[in-house]
C-alpha cells in the first residue's frame, strides 16, 4: 500500500485479469479443437469385441462414448466463458474494496469518519471470498492439467489407429481409427494439447494472482482492525488533553507551592 493506492492489489488483479484472458480463450479455442476431433471421426470409430463380448466380423460403431464427448464440450466452453465473465467481476469488486479499505484505513486512525464500503465486515467477506475462489483455482488447475494430460497422450499414441482408452482411465475397451482418420484425430490432439498447456498455466497465474489478492485483504482487514485500536486511543488521549486543559483554564493549581501542609500529613 503507496499511500492511498493499493499497490499489491492492484498487481493481483492485473495478474488474474491476463490470467483469465489466456484461459479463457485457450480452454475455449481447445474445447473446439477436441469437438471438431471427435466430431469429423465420429463414423469412423468402431469398438473392439474383447473379454466376454462376442466377435463378429463387423466391429460395432462406438457412438455413446464419441456422442457423450460431443455433448460434454459444449457446457465445459460455456462454463468457461460465463466463468471467465463471473470472475472479471469479482476481481473489479476486490479491487474496488481494497481502495475503500486503504482509505478507511487511514479514516478510521486519524479521525471517526467511518465508511460503508470500506469496513472491517465488507472486507471480511471479500478475504472469505478470495480465499474460496483460491481454492476453486486449485481445482481449475487440476482439471486444466488432466485435460492437457489426456490429449497429450492421445497425439503421442504410437499406433493412431487402435486407442486403448483404459489407458486414460476412459475405456476398457479398444476403439479402432482407419488410418487416415487416425492420423487426423492424432494431429487435432496436438493441437488441442498446446491449447490446454497454455490454458494450464493461465490457471496457475490466475492462482497465484488470487493467493497474492488473499493476502493484501488479509492485510487490510488486520490494519482496519489496528486502525480502529489506535482510534480509540486517539479519542481517550483527546479527551484526557481536552479535560486537562479545562481543568488548567479554571483555577487549578499550578505548582506545588500552593497546596496546603496538611495535604502530605
Not at 478510521?108 to 474460496?132: A, I, P, R
Not at 489426456?150 to 489407458?167: E, G, K, R, V, Y
Not at 488410418?179 to 497465474?205: E, R
Request: aromatic share 12%; glycine share 6%; with cysteine.
Amino acid at each position: 500500500m503507496a499511500g492511498s493506492i493499493p499497490v499489491s492489489s492492484l498487481v493481483a488483479v492485473l495478474i488474474i485479469c491476463i490470467g483469465i484472458g489466456l484461459f479463457c480463450g485457450t480452454g475455449y479455442v481447445g474445447g473446439n479443437i477436441v469437438f471438431d476431433a471427435f466430431n469429423d471421426t465420429s463414423s469412423e470409430f468402431v469398438l473392439l469385441a474383447t473379454g466376454n463380448d462376442i466377435a463378429s466380423t463387423t466391429p460395432e460403431p462406438e457412438e455413446t462414448f464419441v456422442e457423450l464427448v460431443k455433448k460434454v464440450v459444449k457446457p465445459v466452453q460455456i462454463s468457461i466463458l460465463a466463468f471467465s465473465s463471473f470472475m472479471v467481476i469479482e476481481v473489479v469488486y476486490f479491487l474496488f474494496q481494497a481502495f475503500m479499505a486503504t482509505a478507511a484505513i487511514n479514516r478510521t486512525e486519524y479521525s471517526k469518519q467511518v465508511m460503508l464500503c470500506g469496513n472491517t465486515c465488507w472486507t471480511g467477506v471479500s478475504v472469505v471470498c478470495s480465499y474460496l475462489l483460491t481454492l476453486l483455482w486449485v481445482f481449475i488447475l487440476l482439471g486444466a492439467f488432466y485435460c492437457f494430460l489426456i490429449t497429450f497422450m492421445l497425439s503421442s499414441n504410437p499406433d493412431p489407429t487402435t486407442i486403448n482408452w483404459a489407458t486414460y482411465g476412459l475405456k476398457e475397451r479398444e476403439i479402432q481409427l482407419s488410418s487416415g482418420s487416425g492420423d487426423t484425430f492424432v494431429k487435432q490432439m496436438k493441437d488441442a494439447y498446446i491449447m490446454f498447456a497454455i490454458c494450464a498455466g493461465a490457471s496457475l497465474i490466475v492462482l497465484i494472482g488470487m493467493i497474492n489478492l488473499s493476502m493484501s485483504h488479509s492485510a487490510n482487514l488486520a490494519h482496519l482492525k489496528t486502525a480502529a485500536y489506535w482510534q480509540q486511543y486517539n479519542e481517550r488521549r483527546h479527551e484526557d488533553q481536552m479535560e486537562l486543559s479545562s481543568y488548567t483554564n479554571h483555577g487549578a493549581v499550578n505548582s506545588t507551592r500552593d497546596i496546603p501542609l496538611n495535604t502530605y500529613q
